[in-house]
């Protein structure tokens, strides 16, 4: 049963989640031609998205300074009122909306390999949320957007930063793109609340995409993602997982991120 949260409803609206209660919730079959959904597919996608609201409200209200949301589905991909991509409800952008409706600057950084679209859809004429997607962009890649000259509606220019990166993209074109623009960006934008889309995805193991990220790249970003938080936004960090679909490389880039977290750096081959 989806709750009748005001945020769910702020993001997806009362439509939307009537229909995936009672049209999809219980059921097998296919939203689309990129998602399907099986009987507790409402009920896992609502538990992700109110699981990533509660986390945003434990650190707004002070509770606690930073979170990971482990959950499944992904939702970077769900727009307002539609699902797509494996996603049916778009958990970083419920909790960005209830931090937006306290009146918090909010960045989301979001390092899926495919572009966050439903993201950046929601939160197209925020100028006062500032969404970073850095991404495989190119034909033939989901979902088709994503493109550098995509910057925000009338009067939140440049509050939309899109990152387009090419076929086999390693760990020195990511960490130059955090380093050179994502890091400034940040800076300037001054948010309150960090929000990342962590996806792991871009690694060379994956089977879905043609970039060359590896283990200790994926490191290299979280570290940097929690540096800029404590020095940003007062340690305040939530972290939601998207697309990963190697699960070597998705468990490793999970504990990498945990680690950095916690204040711990990645062990060394030698001290393993």
Known sequence: MIAADEALVRVHGEDYLAFLQNEIAGRAGFLNADTYYVAPSVELAARAA???LA???AVLDGATSQGLALVRPPGHHAEARRGKGFCLLNNVAVAAA????RGARVAIVDFDVHHGDGTQQLFWADPKLLFISIHRYGPGVYPGTGAASERGGAGAEGATVNLPLPSGADQR???EAFDGVI????ARFAPELLLVSAGFDAHIDDPLCDTSLD??????ICARLCEWADVR????LIVALEGGYDRGALSRGV????????GRRRPRAEDS
């Open 50 to 52: 109110g699981g990533t």
């Open 55 to 57: 986390l945003s409200r």
């Open 98 to 101: 209830e931090a937006r409706s």
């Open 173 to 175: 074109c990511f960490l």
């Open 183 to 186: 890091g400034p960006t940040l």
């Open 215 to 220: 283990d200790e790249g994926y490191d290299e």
């Open 233 to 236: 936004c007062g340690g305040r």
């Open 255 to 262: 504990v990498a991120l945990v680690r950095r977290m916690l």
